[in-house]
């Protein structure tokens, strides 16, 4: 180990960029015997150490499992191509950050999987860290490897991959997968009898071991289903979900990164889920019900977070956190304890319609702190169609509340290829752009800046994912993708408004990912061995590499992303239950041809999506105040 530390610091580091990322010596980092404990897990994040380290979960889980006395966990991050070659080089394995252990060494290694286009990064670090990459050529010697997050919703691109899955909420359930880890370490001395210990975690409700199940195809090489194949296994996986927010546990130690990462900040989590029913969300949908914090606890939190971090700003985190019962006392009471210390308090994922001049006064008390908003569509019926409930009205008056305020800058976020769109819906965006700027230009004229404002429309393009409303609709053709950014830049005009877009192609392998089966391990497999790598950056995306992976694997990508399906089609994810029905899915489908919304289940009667009443969980909401 003291040899290894002395090459890493003498001549590998010196090579590469950003060194920091492979060190590991953090504040608030927890390095412990590796001798005293049952249980060695590595928490593995399938990008760069700047995108990892800003992940709520890996500082939940990470230091969840190290305040238990038996069981220990360490980090690893995909490492940047420069320290890839360096590795390859020496012929030296991936490590982990605490211990500068070789990954192979730990007894289970669990990715997080937050986004299809790292998957490829996936196998690469198991390559690196000589482990076999197919599940079923890990033996006993080898770690049991884990993947959980929302991606693994639908884990059947990975299945020849993963030992297990883990579906829902990583704290509710890890401390029992690792007590029949540890239980199996301790009863074959150290080695696992991995088809026993396999099938006695398949017992545990949420884990989903896929080697267990087979997949059914017809003579045409449709896809039938999946079934269970394993006597004594359910045919069925259902999520694990926290009940109850205030009793889950919260970090108040976490990593403090000395090098700059993507969300450099304290986060407070002050809701999960959300009740809003936009037909496109996967997260809306996998994360209810809506579970929210007390305030008390929250100021509490974020007490020991600015005394245990450094941080000057806290961010309030959640998928809509502007929809937090008590959003605008909390502001004000967190703003009002930490402005002497000049620690600002910023508010993502603000949706238009609940966004008030009151909050943009509290949030630019300190800094002012970006806005982005979201209205997703460009006119009412698309926004009808996918349910986003805001109007035009809506935004309008967010715009000169938040530019009385002092602000000069806006982002706004819209999606391109949502179904039924036309090009009347394009020229909405640009419309409603244009208005944006002109009622941000009267506003600074009225109130005597001489400031100029700026917008900025940044859009993507519609991925149909596994258990939405949306989840049978086909993705547009790359061309037709292509062609709508193209228009939409044409109609974008003037200085003061900047456009950009998401890459088609990348958007077009998200959806073939999301929605794929089993046949796309074989295509996974071939783009890693041609030199996939990063696919989610744009300096390393090779799609030319990606076609020649379908290509030598016979898989039509666009039978997969450009398909429209029925309800009576067998979905990849079938046998996976988030707790939404999916009778109740197909239902919110027909009402968004027919142009009819839904209403928020906080405030309108209950849906019946089936969460509450399958998952013995309910809504819980905080007093407003």
């Known amino acids: 180990m003291r040899q290894f530390k002395q090459v890493l610091e003498e001549e590998i580091l010196p090579n590469v960029k950003k060194p920091l990322r492979y060190l590991g010596n953090e504040y608030n980092v927890v390095k412990k015997d590796w001798k005293a404990v049952k249980l060695r897990s590595l928490f593995a994040f399938p990008d760069v150490y700047e995108v990892g380290m800003s992940h709520l979960g890996l500082q939940i889980l990470y230091g969840l499992v190290n305040e238990e006395t038996d069981y220990l966990m360490e980090r690893v991050f995909a490492p940047w191509p420069d320290m890839e070659k360096e590795l390859r080089t020496r012929g030296l394995s991936l490590y982990s950050l605490e211990s500068l252990r ?47 997050g929302p991606c693994a919703y639908n884990p059947e691109p990975l299945a020849d991959f993963i030992d297990l899955f883990v579906l829902g909420e990583g704290e509710e359930v890890i401390l029992e997968i690792y007590a029949v880890i540890a239980k199996h370490r301790a009863i074959r001395q150290g080695k696992q009898d991995k088809e026993v210990l396999l099938k006695e975690l398949a017992q545990i409700r949420g884990v989903y071991v896929p080697k267990f199940y087979e997949t059914f195809y017809d003579q045409q090489g449709k896809f039938l289903g999946v079934k269970v194949k394993e006597p004594g296994v359910a045919p069925y996986v259902v999520k694990r979900v926290v009940k109850d927010l205030d009793q889950a546990y919260f970090p108040l130690r976490p990593i403090v990164p000395y090098l700059e990462v993507v969300h450099d900040r304290m986060m407070l989590e002050v809701l999960r889920g959300c009740s809003r029913g936009c037909r496109f969300c996967q997260a809306g949908f996998l994360y209810r019900p809506v579970r929210e914090r007390s305030k008390e606890l929250l100021l509490q939190q974020a007490e020991r977070l600015s005394e245990n971090t450094g941080h000057n700003e806290i961010s309030l985190t959640s998928l809509s956190t502007s929809d937090y019962s008590c959003v605008e006392s909390l502001l004000r009471e967190a703003l009002n304890r930490f402005q002497q210390k000049k620690i600002g308090v910023s508010l993502p994922s603000l949706r238009v319609d609940s966004f008030s001049v009151n909050l943009a006064k509290e949030v630019q008390r300190v800094r002012k702190t970006g806005l982005t908003f979201a209205p997703e569509a460009g006119t009412q019926r698309l926004r009808d169609v996918i349910n986003k409930n805001v109007t035009e009205e809506n935004l309008m008056e967010v715009t000169e509340a938040v530019f009385r305020e002092g602000w000069t800058q806006l982002k706004l976020y819209f999606m391109l290829g949502l179904p039924t769109e036309t090009l009347a819906d394009l020229d909405g965006i640009a419309d409603l752009a244009t208005k944006v700027l002109h009622r941000a230009q009267e506003i600074l004229r009225e109130i005597g800046s001489k400031q ?98 379908f290509e030598r694997t016979g898989v039509v990508p666009e039978e997969i992303a450009n398909k429209a399906l029925t309800y009576h089609d067998a979905l990849p994810w079938d046998h996976l239950q988030t707790g939404v029905k999916k009778d109740y899915l197909w239902q919110e489908r027909e009402k968004a041809y027919a142009l009819a919304t839904t209403g928020d289940c906080r405030f309108a009667p209950c849906t019946v999506c089936g969460i509450c009443q399958d998952l013995d969980v309910s809504m819980s909401l905080k007093k407003g105040e």
């Open 102 to 148: 070789p990954i192979a060494d730990f007894d289970c290694i669990g990715f997080t999987l937050q986004y299809e286009m790292s998957y490829t990064n996936i196998l690469n670090m198991l390559d690196l860290g000589k482990i076999p990459l197919r599940a079923e050529e890990r033996g006993n010697e080898f770690p049991l490897i884990i993947a959980g």
């Open 452 to 549: 100029r404002p700026k917008i900025t429309v940044s859009v993507s393009s519609f991925v149909p994912k596994p258990q939405t409303p949306f989840q049978w609709e086909p993705q547009d053709s790359l061309e037709v993708l292509q062609e709508k950014q193209k228009y939409l830049g044409n109609r974008i005009k003037g200085k003061r408004i900047n456009y950009n877009y998401h890459e088609s192609e990348l958007s077009f392998l998200e959806a073939v990912f999301a929605k794929g089966d089993r046949r796309l391990g074989a295509v996974l497999y071939e783009a890693w061995h041609l030199g996939c790598r990063f696919d989610g950056w744009s300096e390393h995306f090779r799609y030319d590499l990606w076609r020649e992976a």
